[in-house]
């Protein structure tokens, strides 16, 4: 089982683990059938764990991220405003508004060191670093010396 598993206040993991993914992510569309969800990938290196989100579009002021307990919860939230004004004999302004808004929660092992999470947000992708404990790190095989 992945370390890093994510969760959903709405249905039991085991539906999510035989699905794959959030079932909210099948109930969360802009009206046109594709998800406003984005793409998360989980990495797990020697020093802890790293967590990208593909958001494009977004600026990090649209991102929240909250732990609790040892739950990481993502969240974004984006207000779109188009208007467009037309020329011709009759004259009308159309204005269109867009929100749009995703929550992912993540339960953390409990082998991570949660005051050094860190995140970065650049070009579209959200980093987040989340480091182990130090005593949680795989360490290499050392030789044992047999005393005579």
Do not use: C, W
Request: hydrophobic residues 30%.
């Amino acid at each position: 089982m992945n370390p890093l598993t994510r969760t959903n206040n709405h249905f039991p993991s085991l539906i999510e683990n035989f699905f794959g993914r959030d079932m909210n992510d099948l109930f969360n569309t802009n009206g046109s059938g594709v998800t406003n969800v984005p793409a998360v990938n989980v990495v797990e290196h020697h020093d802890g764990f790293r967590i990208e989100v593909a958001a494009p579009g977004l600026k990090k002021e649209d991102f929240k991220l909250n732990l609790n307990h040892n739950n990481l919860t993502i969240s974004g939230y984006r207000e779109n405003q188009k208007e467009e004004q037309e020329k011709s004999a009759e004259r009308y302004t159309r204005r269109e508004f867009s929100y749009s808004s995703f929550q992912r929660t993540f339960t953390l092992p409990t082998s991570i060191d949660a005051e050094h999470i860190q995140a970065t947000y650049t070009d579209g992708l959200l980093k987040i670093e989340v480091p182990k404990r130090e005593e949680a790190k795989v360490k290499p095989p050392r030789q044992i010396e047999i005393g005579g």
